[in-house]
């Protein structure tokens, strides 16, 4: 992102079946972040969590219902930007 815009280097795109797993990734994310010391400064969909979007500076994470990733299409929309992808390989 960061040739692309100027208010922040990276999206982190995610997805979960249901709300309620929307919910606990979003959880887990915050949990972690503050561990690592990166304070989110905005906080947006808790509630109904079908896109919640936290906004950390030079990070902005997406966690959606699937149906609702599928149909915003982020990936599409910024499809200009080089993507990393990360492994869930913990060696």
Known sequence: MRKLVNFCDYFVICSGNTGRQV????DHIDEQL?????????KQGMKDADWIVFDS?????????????????LEYLWQEAK?????DDKN
């Open 23 to 26: 919910q606990a990734i979003a």
């Open 57 to 73: 500076g030079d990070v902005v994470i997406h966690i959606f219902q699937k149906d609702v990733r599928v149909f915003y299409g």
């Open 83 to 87: 993507k990393i992808q990360l492994s």
């Open 34 to 42: 503050c561990i690592v010391g990166l304070p989110v400064r905005y």
